[in-house]
């Protein structure tokens, strides 16, 4: 694919012997592309998956060298930020962001307790419409910085850069991103039964992994009734491919940092495998970021449903040929991840809503 007349985005690949360094080593060598991009008030937005599971949620280490950098750019001011899909708070707490805030004088901003002026319209699983609200801090920054963990999806694939943005969307209605159409009723009893147990672990883990169970009893039976067919799982494939893109149209990162440094494979993004990749990869195309961590894992970024979706819409580029790597050699970094079972379905997004 020819891309003669726009700029070559870079994006940064770096090792390093902790996850710190391995960031840091990114983020200077595009240290200028970065620098640039950041003005005004600044949010960086880690992604906390889980409240209680290192590998599936962005390590304070993986900020550090961030924050570090803002330190001597134009930002008015910096925030960390997060909806955590369980306890931001605890996460805040477990993955050591505390003392980070106290060290570099940052406040820490709990996304689920924010305001959600802001709309999207968004895809059912049918193909109809629906909306979804997103945080009224992420609506009003300068600058947002995302700073994902390379992991393997049940439905898109990879959950990298772009795809950590859901975490400035309402919590309950998360789902709706899948296509998932649960009522009113369901969303506002499931609100207020995350805001009663969300500080004690243990009943997060017990609802968590009943929900959990919940699913992958219910794919079992329906992949048994549709001798294998799951048109509900093509559906939601298809359906999150167009939402993300839709969610980068509006909320796309200004900047992209890519933790890899023990990535997951295999059942992502929160039951999966470690793969210790020892780097990291940055840039100010979140697409670009994104489609080079891919095929760091071993996926083809233009097979990716809102990777292709993205391009195609001139959101960002995702053919590597049309992007400059700087850094470490990216050939010698590649590894072949064992994708998410749900693979064969995933491959399949663009035909999902036909059946």
Not at 117 to 135: P, S, V, W
Not at 231 to 243: F, H, V
Not at 260 to 265: I, R
């Amino acid at each position: 694919m020819e891309h003669e007349n726009q700029t070559r985005p870079r994006v940064a690949i770096a090792c390093g012997g902790t996850r710190e360094e391995a960031v840091r080593n990114a983020l200077a060598l595009v240290r200028e592309d970065v620098l640039s991009a950041v003005r005004g008030h600044v949010v960086v937005k880690p992604n906390f998956l889980s409240s209680v599971t290192y590998l599936a949620s962005t390590q304070a280490g993986a900020v550090r060298p961030v924050l570090e950098l803002l330190g001597g750019s134009r930002a008015e001011s910096v925030v960390v930020a997060e909806g955590a899909s369980r306890s931001t708070r605890q996460a805040y707490d477990r993955f050591g962001y505390r003392p980070l805030a106290r060290e570099f004088g940052v406040e820490l901003v709990d996304l689920n307790r924010d305001r959600y002026g802001g709309t999207l319209e968004i895809y059912t699983d049918t193909g109809g419409k629906h909306t979804i609200g997103y945080a009224d801090r992420i609506a009003s920054a300068d600058t947002v910085i995302s700073v994902a963990v390379a992991k393997t999806h049940d439905f898109a694939a990879v959950t990298l850069s772009l795809k950590n943005m859901m975490g400035c969307l309402k919590r309950v209605k998360r789902p709706r991103m899948h296509g998932l159409r649960l009522g009113w009723v369901v969303e506002s009893t499931g609100e207020a039964l995350w805001n009663i147990i969300e500080d004690r672990s243990h009943l997060i883990k017990m609802v968590s992994g009943a929900m959990f169970r919940a699913v992958r009893l219910s794919r079992r039976v329906q992949k048994r009734l549709t001798g294998g067919r799951m048109p509900g799982l093509l559906a939601q494939c298809r359906t999150i491919a167009e939402n993300i893109a839709i969610l980068g149209a509006s909320l796309m990162p200004d900047i992209a940092v890519i933790d890899a440094f023990e990535a997951m494979e295999g059942e992502g993004p929160g039951g999966g495998t470690p793969v210790p990749m020892r780097l990291a990869v940055a840039g100010t195309d979140p697409i670009s970021c994104d489609a080079v961590m891919a095929s760091l894992m071993g996926f083809d970024p233009l097979s990716i449903g809102y990777l292709a979706l993205a391009q195609e819409r001139g959101l960002g580029i995702a053919d590597l040929d049309g992007i400059e790597t700087v850094g470490e050699n990216p050939h010698t970094h590649i590894r072949r991840f064992t994708p998410h079972s749900n693979y064969p379905y995933q491959m399949r997004w663009r035909e999902a809503w036909k059946d």
